[in-house]
């Protein structure tokens, strides 16, 4: 079946799909985007992501370039027509195309917008999921991962470097030898409290130095639901190499547990019964709302 791309108003086939060579996405990765997971044909947590997508354009100062239910309309439309029963929506919206010129364009340019839709192939039950390798590497990043920016090269140069250690993703790592995230999934542990032994989750704290994960926000609420207790703040890779368990969350893949960090078996190897409780209940909160 041939897939159908929007691009600035129009519907089109995704590989005649195009935008000028002096948008300013291409020439200076000025713009945000946003994934959206689809299962089985439902989007989940849609409101979260054109709600950080909109936060994103306002911290850049860039135009909305329609209002939240034309581009949930559009989002839609195109995970109709490609008949997207799992997979993604991708958003992208730059500041539009003007002569190349690093400060904003002085005469206004209307935001350019592309979604497109992808076929993934997802588990039939979340709480069966894969287990991964990762390796740590610096945080090379802007001061502010926390808006979806599309200027992801220290992101792309991480996961390369997974790739050729034989892993599936980076753990990014701060001056402080604490991990803030992943290349493109939030980093969590599971650890005990030495003196209380109470069970607790781990995850680098939403300010500046993350991207507040839509699956990372589904957790926290999902936390308080059953009542998991819950740090938002770093661990160190100290932490992360001794923790019970450990795991990412991303609307990409979901939640993964880690098997190995550089190579270093964490807790059993297996999926921990903490990371298999969070994965039943986030198996349940997806069904209720794909059916
Ligand atoms: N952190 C980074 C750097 C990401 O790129 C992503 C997803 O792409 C996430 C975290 C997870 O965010 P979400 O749960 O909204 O997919």
Do not use: C
Not at 2 to 21: S, W
Not at 57 to 69: C, F, G, M, S, T
Not at 185 to 192: E, Q, T
Not at 250 to 255: H, K, R
């Amino acid at each position: 079946m041939p897939r159908t791309a929007y691009v600035n108003g129009r519907y089109v086939p995704h590989g005649h799909a195009q935008v000028g060579i002096e948008d300013r996405g291409y020439q200076f990765a000025d713009g945000v985007y946003d994934v959206v997971p689809v299962v089985k044909g439902a989007f989940i947590d849609e409101d979260w992501h054109w709600e950080r997508l909109e936060r994103g354009l306002a911290e850049l100062r860039i135009d909305q370039p329609v209002n939240r239910k034309t581009l949930s309309m559009i989002a839609h439309r195109i995970a109709q027509r490609n008949m997207i029963e799992n997979g993604i929506v991708y958003v992208q919206v730059t500041r539009g195309e003007a002569p190349r010129d690093h400060k904003f364009p002085t005469k206004p340019v209307p935001p350019a917008l592309v979604v497109t839709g992808r076929h993934l192939t997802m588990p039939d039950d979340f709480s069966q999921a894969r287990m991964i390798d990762v390796i740590t590497g610096p945080d090379l990043r802007w001061a502010r991962p926390d808006i979806k920016s599309i200027s992801l090269l220290p992101n792309v140069l991480a996961k390369q470097a997974a790739a050729e250690a034989g892993a599936y993703e980076s753990w990014l790592v701060n001056a402080n030898n604490e991990i803030t995230e992943g290349s493109s999934a939030n980093a969590w542990i599971v650890h005990r409290d030495p003196e209380s032994g109470r069970v607790i989750l781990r995850t680098h704290q939403s300010d500046q130095a993350i991207l507040k994960g839509i699956v990372r926000t589904a957790l926290v609420a999902l936390a308080e639901k059953h009542q998991w207790a819950i740090e938002e703040q770093p661990f160190t890779v100290e932490e992360l190499m001794s923790a019970d368990e450990a795991f990412q969350s991303s609307s990409g893949n979901m939640i993964r547990p880690v098997r190995t960090v550089d190579g270093r078996t964490i807790g059993s190897g297996e999926p921990g019964p903490v990371v298999q409780e969070i994965l039943n209940a986030f198996a349940d909160y997806v069904s209720a709302q794909s059916g």
